[in-house]
């Protein structure tokens, strides 16, 4: 990788630092804390947010006839998710150690807070659990498979990719054979638990 993209990289994670800032400074305004892994609201906060929800007889009166009707299709997903799930903590298990990756922690993707919201009823709140274990499991996958061919395969792809993961700039571009191996084996080595 040449300086002015290593130069490029730096300044967009510098960038990434700061929006990040500037979204908590936005969000500072929501009183609420974590207290163990728990999300806690000033009394008066949650109040007002459960004047904001929307009761279940109205929330089912307004919901179309085909979202009903398609919602066993989208919960029934959920037992390939679990199965994929035991599959994901059994594979790094196994692969992880036998390569000495760094593991992943699963909790770092798989978040459940929206059971905090005073604002959601309680199928509002089962809809978000879903959501929440479906997409954090999915972002806790694609972390487990970048991982993986961080050591097998970190070439670049020819045609541009819509996701580039947190390690593609450090990738080897796209038809680069000089001196491969050697460079694969210190990408191998870079990031492997010692």
């Known amino acids: 990788m040449n300086k002015r993209i290593e130069e ?15 979204i908590t400074k936005q969000e500072s305004h929501i009183s609420y ?31 179309p006839l085909f979202h009903l009707l398609s919602s066993p299709l989208i ?16 594979y790094q298990q196994v692969i992880f150690r036998i390569y000495k990756f760094k593991f992943i922690k699963r909790s770092d993707y798989i978040l459940f807070d ?21 997409n954090g499991l999915m972002q806790y996958a694609s972390a487990i498979a970048v991982r993986t061919e961080f050591y097998f395969c970190p070439i670049k792809h020819a045609k541009k990719i819509a996701y580039q993961h947190e390690y593609y700039d450090q990738y080897l571009e ?9 460079k694969l084996e210190s990408l191998r080595n870079r990031d492997v638990e010692n």
């Open 33 to 63: 804390e974590i207290q163990n892994g728990y999300v806690r609201f000033e009394k008066d906060v949650l109040e007002k947010q459960k004047e904001n929800m929307k009761n279940l007889l109205a929330y089912f009166r307004d919901i």
């Open 8 to 22: 490029l990289i730096s300044d967009i994670e510098e960038m990434k630092m700061k929006l990040s800032e500037e």
């Open 174 to 182: 796209y038809g680069e054979e000089e001196d491969f191996q050697n």
């Open 75 to 90: 919960y029934v997903m959920v037992i390939p998710a679990v199965v994929f799930d035991v599959l994901l903590f059994i």
């Open 114 to 134: 929206h059971q905090y919201l005073g604002y959601l009823n309680p199928i509002e709140k089962l809809n978000c659990l879903y959501c929440s274990y479906f």
